[in-house]
Each structure stands twice: as C-alpha cells, then as structure tokens.
C-alpha cells in the first residue's frame, strides 16, 4: 500500500453566478446559485469535483474533511468516503456536510480516473454510450413568452424530446394559472414531446390528486414531488391514484433515506443527486438500491457531475439538464460531454477523469471565497 499514490491536499473554493432572469419554484425564490468546487491533489494529478449548496460547505471541506482524507491511498475512494461520513459525525451528516462530502468524493473518482489514465467511465464500466438528459427550468416567474423559448429552444433546436417545467406556484395557491401554464407549455413543445411537471413538495396530497386529473389532458408523464419528499405515506397514496409516474429523491443526503422511500413504494422512478447524496460512491450504491426494488434511477441537476457515472448504471431512465446548472457548468468548465439530440455521448472520449478543468480566467469574476 506504500507504493499506492496518496492524496497530498484537498482544497476548496467558491463561486456565486446570478440567474440570466429571476427564478422560482413552488416554494423557493432565487437570483443567483452558488458551486462550492473541491480540488484534491495527487503528485502531478489534481482532480476536481463540486456541489451547489452554500458557501459554508467550503468550510466544511477546509475543517472537517481536508485533514482525513489527506495522506489516505488516493485509489481508495471508498474508504475516504467512509472517513468523511464519519468524520462529521457531530456536525450532522444530511445536509451541508453530505454536500461537502459529495464534492470530495467526486474530485477523488475523478483524481483516480486521472491517475490510471482512463475516462471515468471506462474505470466504472460502461452499461451505455449515451446519457438521456430533459430540459429542465420552466420556472413560475416565466411569463409565457419566456417559458415559450425555452421550451422551444429544447425540443426544436437541440432535439431534447423531454422537458420539465415548476408549478405548483406559490405553495399550490395559484392552480388555475399552474394548469394554464401546463397548457400552454403543451403548446409549445407539440404532442411528441415527453411533458413533465416539478411541484417541488408545493401542494398537499388531495390537492396534487386533484391537478393530477388536469395533467393527465396535457399527457404529462411525470409528477415530480407533488408533495414534500419527507411525506412518503402522501406519495404512495398520489402514487396509487395518478396516471403520472410519481418521482423524488433529490433531497436524500444517505442511503437510509433511499432506502425508506423505496420501502414505502412512495414512487416510481428513484431521483438522485451525485452532489448531494455522498458522491459518486453512494450514488452507484443508490442505483443498486433502486435496481433491486425494479426500479430506474434518474440522475438530479448538475449533469456533468453525473453523466459518466449515470452511464455504469443499467437502470438509468435519464438525466436533468437543468436550466442554472448548465449555464455554470458551461461557464466555469472546460471539456465535459456533448449534449446532441437530447443525450449526452460518453463514449470514446479519451480525456481521463471526468473530461473537465476549471477556466480559471472566466471563473474569476465570480469567485467569492
């Protein structure tokens, strides 16, 4: 084990890039989004990965996780993984510090792949050579003719035949205006194209029934967080009562959670995010998860965190292209996947790790930490 390369520095930094326009969901209100960025260091290889959450998860990787994992075999991911997870153990895993986990851990399968001189999905194993992706964003602060480009732009100029818009507007009490906003998205994108919905745990269980049944004429596929992800017995009741496929899991930071959830049969496709749950590490272990219960797995926001391990999986249905994320990614990232006809191609790409660098000069300007 001597002989094996060990990591010597992990590192972190911060960077806030304001919305191209004001946005919100059902529950949530936002002009700007935050990548907390974690580098690691191996001799002459660095790799990097990254979450969005606060600033404060920087600190989390500077006090809590820096010193654990440094000086540990930088092949092996999963015991550092297991370091960190215990390492806030007082701090409280779900949360920041899941996040700041996350972002470490992924830097190290990205130093790893690096390390050997392989793509990170040839090191994982490829089960495909595309990632599906669905335009995501939508957002209720849209007025129709912005919400009209969007969806457009995706269905007809990048042939992404799946896309997703927020309603459950202001915690559910604007329905009238949700399902009109449905309508008019079914519109735009015409009857080929896959429509799904994000309420963003915005409406209660009868009320999220009862828009169901307005969905269902807009032939929209997908019901994502009807109600609050927390409340399972709800999903599986909305789950037993819609046509819609019922979806959540964003907000899971462990795998008890993904656990629960599948054991309540609370929905039909288990969503999970690479930035969040525990990193690469967990997240192959959720799409186990969700393979042994028959079900798919669909990777959450951030896709160039997640597409060549969404690739290793069997199970994957798709991944979020979402609106904020890959504007950031574009912006503060060089390299990563090719998005064309609505999937991503990893395959015979020979760049090592996940494919990306930081540009140091466009990220610049905003880099607040």
């Not at 929209?220 to 109600?227: L, Q, R």
Request: glycine content about 10%; proline content about 5%; hydrophobic content about 45%.
């Amino acid at each position: 084990m001597s002989d094996l390369p060990i990591v010597e520095r992990v590192d972190s930094a911060v960077y806030t890039v304001p919305t191209d326009a004001p946005e919100a969901d059902s529950t949530l209100a936002w002009d700007s989004t935050t990548l907390v960025l974690a580098t690691v260091r191996c001799g002459e290889v660095t790799g990097l990965g990254y979450t969005y959450a606060p600033p404060s998860t920087a600190k989390v990787i500077d006090d809590l996780l820096a010193y654990v994992v440094t000086g540990l075999p930088a092949l092996h991911v999963p015991r550092a993984n297991e370091a960190m997870r215990r390492a806030v153990r007082n701090a409280g895993l779900p949360g920041i510090c899941a996040q700041a986990i996350s972002a470490v851990d992924i830097a190290l399968w990205d130093a790893k792949a690096r390390l050997l001189g392989l793509p990170l999905v040839d090191l994982l194993g490829a089960a495909r050579d595309e990632v599906p992706v669905y335009g995501s964003g939508g957002f209720t602060t849209y007025d129709e003719q912005r919400q009209d480009r969007q969806l457009r732009g995706w269905v007809t100029e990048e042939g992404i035949a799946r896309v997703k818009i927020k309603i459950g507007e202001s915690w559910g009490r604007c329905e009238a205006r949700d399902l009109w906003r449905v309508a008019r998205a079914r519109e735009s994108v015409g009857d080929s194209a896959e429509l799904y919905v994000d309420a963003n745990g915005g409406y209660g269980a009868k009320q999220a029934i009862r828009v169901a049944a307005g969905l269902d004429g807009q032939g929209v596929t997908w019901f994502e967080e009807p109600v609050s992800s927390d409340q399972l017995e709800a999903l599986a009741l909305i789950r037993g009562r819609i046509a819609a496929d019922v979806t959540a899991g964003e907000y899971g930071y462990t795998l008890p959670y993904f656990r629960q959830m599948l054991g309540a049969a609370a929905v039909d496709c288990l969503q999970a995010d690479v930035t969040r749950c525990g990193g690469i590490t967990v997240w192959l272990r959720v799409a186990a998860l969700a393979l042994s219960h028959g079900l798919e797995i669909s990777g959450h926001c951030a896709p160039y965190a997640h597409a060549q391990a969404a690739a290793s999986v069997p199970n994957l249905r798709h991944l979020e292209w979402f609106h904020d994320h890959v504007r950031i990614e574009r912006l503060l990232f060089d390299g990563g996947p090719v998005q064309h006809a609505g999937a991503l191609s990893v395959a015979g790409d020979e760049v090592p790790g996940l494919g990306l660098s930081l540009n140091a000069e466009r990220a610049r300007p905003f880099r607040i930490s």
